[in-house]
């Protein structure tokens, strides 16, 4: 059955819904990693906190008699990105901007700090259990059938994949055309240079954190949709892949971040179904390895020039 | 109107709509990070989750944020007065109500427990050492009014403090150890104390040997607890396959988690600063994976169990019935802390080993070279020394070290499992290092005994101390970014100590 294309179609859907949501996870990291060079450690927290506003809110909104879906996924969608933004906002500037110009080694070493804070800030006042939701989005189409195997893309594959490609373009967008990210190319080259001709630094920095924890909540409002149960502990290894995912496709590149999301969801995706399941992160872990070795920039960085 | 006190301080007058504007915007922010998280508790019920709502938590919360954060602008403002006035009543206040029950009766307890905020005591507590916090921060303003210190002021009283302790550390260093040493004799020195001392020393040891790795080579390893593992793996494996004694398995463990260090360090060791870490961080994550899935070999989840204690020296046993036991050698009657004792001074001199090991292999070559790496790779690199090669011994002798420490983990526990090697391990040794100024010995011991030690004793508190164990991460690295002792002498000087350089400065 392995040999069919039917089934490698299975795990190339699979493995492109788990790599968008690597990706929007991927781009918070490389984003503040190209801004203000540091591995922002607590970024999956932020990613765990989106899914656990999101789950709330859909809870309340069952309450509240919401049954049209596309109005509550709305509704659900804004609050996480709101709610799970602030939390990006303040973990800068109450942990980051105080040890901006500090060493390197210090603010990561306050990032595994709050990460391991707002995982058990969490865990205190949700509980440590697993969190079931029932799907929202249930159905699919059929897209391929071979024999009595069928490939099929359910709504919610389709809506993660769609909506990915949505937020990416709009992102790149608001990168390319707007002040915001003409301010937030700026600093990335050089902060100091961005200061003198007006930019404000703080707040673009400000802005990118806020920026990326939206685009996290929003992969966490996904992961609980697509997967139906979370916990408080489900932002360290999304956080560790979203990071591979950003080194892998260059850190600092935002279509590499995209990109390395995309490859580090299908490599786990095709080793679960060809190898083995149990290895799958071993195997994600592994190709970092080799692409560091042999090109130490990722796939899509520019090389970092040292000057002496 | 400017009033200017005796000592020369502009005390501006009060703006109290900016002040109300930046309370309410502190009390907004707390409001939205606490509205979803705090407000709404997800609970289970059958076939599902359930919601309760806890408003009046997220209510005060939110004025807290608004009185502390107009008490804060206030003192910025050299204004304590009604800080000292305010918090003393809110301390008293929340005394009462944490200690009504004693103080007052059952009756007046419950009388009072709806007004009460928070279900758990311990947040009321916390609350209570933040008001103690801003009001001796109060006193002080209005005592030292002239002493404003800047950051960088700080920074270098601080300094000087380190400086002072790492001198003193000549001295203090051997009479810690003597303390050290006559420890398991004191009376104080029952089971729970010794466990705990066991416990930070082994901390202090890794501490000191990924100190060989992270401060004085500057290689930043996130993954430290898989040489650590790899280390009390081997022990367990060959002490439960083979039946080798600890004696024999020790050098391998630490063989091994060395031969280990030098496999991953080969390939992944010219990557910069960042990219090595996260490398090192997904071996630390490898390796528990392969831990966890390998059944056959290493018991997967079950983890390995029987692991034999160590004797003494191969001579005598530390148990009740045994042909050649410890106390029928000595004449002792058998008790079981003496095996607890004994496995106490293993470590200690473990750790002395890995201590008295970096103290003068920094008098070597090869320290020199670590920490002109450290500095400036380029202009090693120019003067002829080969990085790869340099880097791989640090990572190397630093796994060895750690392997050695896990090896005396497994004998410790008897048994072990993927459980005790999480990232969270790496992130604790880390964070000692780090927190007690890189390349300093005695900062290690320090940081292991406030991070290790000290939540030890709160045992009660179990579900707070990783979130405190956070926060004091955070708050150490925002007060001293540079650790908690850091500060760095010169290994060499041109002239030696109070030589030339010296006399001309």
Redesign the interface.
């Known amino acids: 059955m392995q040999d069919t294309f039917a089934y490698f179609l299975d795990q190339l859907i699979n493995g492109l819904t788990l790599g968008s949501i690597y990706g929007l996870i991927a781009i918070g990291y490389t984003m503040v ?1 190209g801004i203000i060079g540091m ?1 922002n450690f607590a970024h999956g927290e932020i990613f765990m ?1 989106g899914s ?2 999101a ?3 859909f ?2 909104l069952g ?1 509240a008699g919401v049954t049209w879906i596309p109005l509550a996924l709305l509704i659900v969608l804004i ?1 996480s990105m ?2 799970t933004s ?2 990006g ?2 973990l800068e500037r ?2 980051y901007r ?2 901006r110009g ?9 990032a ?16 440590a ?1 697993n ?4 799907p929202v989005i249930s159905g699919g189409i059929t897209v391929l059938q071979d024999q009595d195997y069928v490939v099929s893309l359910s709504y919610m594959q389709m809506m993660i994949i769609v909506v990915t490609l949505v937020l990416m373009t709009g992102f790149t967008l608001m990168i390319a055309r707007t002040s915001l990210g003409r301010a937030q190319r700026a600093c990335e080259q050089d902060r100091n240079m961005a200061a003198l001709i007006g930019v404000n630094v703080d707040r673009t920095i400000s802005l990118t954190f806020v920026v990326g924890a939206a685009l996290a909540s929003v992969a966490g409002m996904m992961f609980l949709m697509y997967y139906g149960v979370i916990d408080f502990f489900i932002g ?1 290894l999304a956080g ?1 892949k979203a ?2 995912a950003a ?1 892998l496709g260059g ?1 600092g590149s935002l279509p590499g971040a995209m990109l390395g999301g995309l490859l580090i969801g299908l490599i786990e995706a095709f080793w679960s179904g060809y190898f ?1 399941v ?2 799958k ?2 195997a994600a ?2 190709i ?2 080799l692409v ?2 042999f090109r ?1 920039t990722g796939l899509l960085g520019k090389p ?1 020039i ?1 000057k ?1 | 109107m400017t009033a200017t006190t005796a000592s020369g301080i502009t005390v501006r007058p009060l703006d109290v709509g900016a002040m109300v504007k930046e309370a309410g915007i502190t009390a907004l ?1 707390i409001f ?2 606490s ?4 407000g ?5 019920i059958p076939g ?4 309760n709502t806890r408003f009046d938590d997220v209510a005060v919360v939110v004025i807290l944020g608004f009185v502390g954060r107009i008490a804060l602008v206030l003192l910025r403002q050299h204004r304590p007065g009604p800080v000292l006035i305010g918090a003393p009543l809110m301390a008293v206040a929340m005394l009462l109500m944490l200690l009504a029950e004693p103080l007052f009766g059952p009756e007046t307890a419950v009388a009072i427990a709806p007004f009460v905020p928070f279900q758990d005591p311990v947040v009321l507590w916390g609350l209570l050492i933040v008001t103690v916090i801003i009001l001796v921060r109060a006193v002080l303003s209005r005592r030292h009014l002239d002493s404003e210190e800047t950051a960088e002021a700080r920074e270098v009283r601080m300094d000087s403090i380190a400086a002072q302790v790492q001198r003193a550390a000549r001295f203090l260093g051997p009479l810690l150890l003597v303390l050290a040493v006559i420890f398991p004799f004191m009376p104080m020195a029952n089971r729970q104390m010794l466990d705990i001392g066991i416990l930070v020393i082994t901390y202090i040891m890794l501490g000191w040997g990924l100190n060989i790795v ?1 401060g004085l080579a500057g290689l ?1 390893d996130l993954g430290y607890v898989a040489f650590y593992a790899v280390g009390a793996y081997s022990f367990a494996l060959l002490a439960t396959y083979f039946d080798y004694s600890f004696w024999i398995c020790l050098p391998f463990a630490g063989l091994m988690a060395a031969l280990a260090g030098v496999i991953l360090g080969f ?2 060791l ?6 090595l ?3 090192t ?3 630390g ?2 390796i528990r ?2 831990l ?2 390998w059944y056959e070999f290493t018991g997967g989840p079950d983890g390995l169990s029987g692991i034999p204690r160590p004797s003494f020296f191969g001579i005598a046993e530390f148990s009740r019935r045994s042909e050649n036991s410890f106390h029928g050698m000595f004449g002792l009657e058998y008790s079981s802390l003496q095996r607890i004792i004994f496995l106490y001074y293993l470590i200690l001199a473990m750790a002395m080993v890995v201590n008295l090991f970096t103290m003068r292999i920094r008098k070597l070559p090869i320290s020199r070279a670590w920490e002109a790496l450290r500095e400036d790779e ?2 090693c690199r120019s003067l002829g020394i080969n990085p790869r090669n340099t880097k791989l011994t640090a990572f190397g002798i630093g796994a060895m070290f750690a392997g050695f420490a896990g090896s005396f983990f497994a004998t410790r526990q008897g048994f072990i499992s993927p459980e005790s090697f999480t ?2 391990e790496s ?1 604790v040794i ?2 000692i290092v ?2 007690g100024g ?1 390349g300093s010995q005695i900062g290690v011991v320090v940081a292991a005994a406030l991070l290790i030690g000290l939540p030890e004793f709160f045992r009660e508190l179990q ?2 101390r ?2 405190a ?6 708050l150490i ?2 007060w001293r ?2 650790g908690l002792l850091a500060h760095r002498e010169p290994t060499i000087r041109l002239f030696g100590r109070g030589g030339r350089a010296e006399a001309e400065s």
């Open positions: 990693y591995i906190i656990f506003v789950i709330i809110t809870l309340l309450i609050t709101v709610l602030i939390y906002w303040a109450v942990a105080p040890l500090s060493p390197r080694l210090a603010a990561l070493i306050t595994i700090g709050m990460s391991i804070f707002l995982q058990n800030y969490v865990q205190l006042l949700q509980g259990r969190k079931p939701m029932q360290f560790i990071f591979t080194v850190i083995t149990e290895y992160d071993v872990f592994s970092l390895v560091l070795v130490p970092d040292e002496v | 922010v939205a990070l509205a979803a998280l705090v709404f508790e997800t609970t289970d599902g989750i359930g919601i992270v930043l390939p992944v010219r990557l910069r600063g960042d990219y870490a996260i490398v961080l997904g071996f994550e490898m994976v392969i966890l899935n380029t202009a990232f969270i992130a880390l964070a780090v927190l890189f579900q707070y990783m979130l164990f956070g926060m004091a991460m955070v690295m925002l970014p540079a």
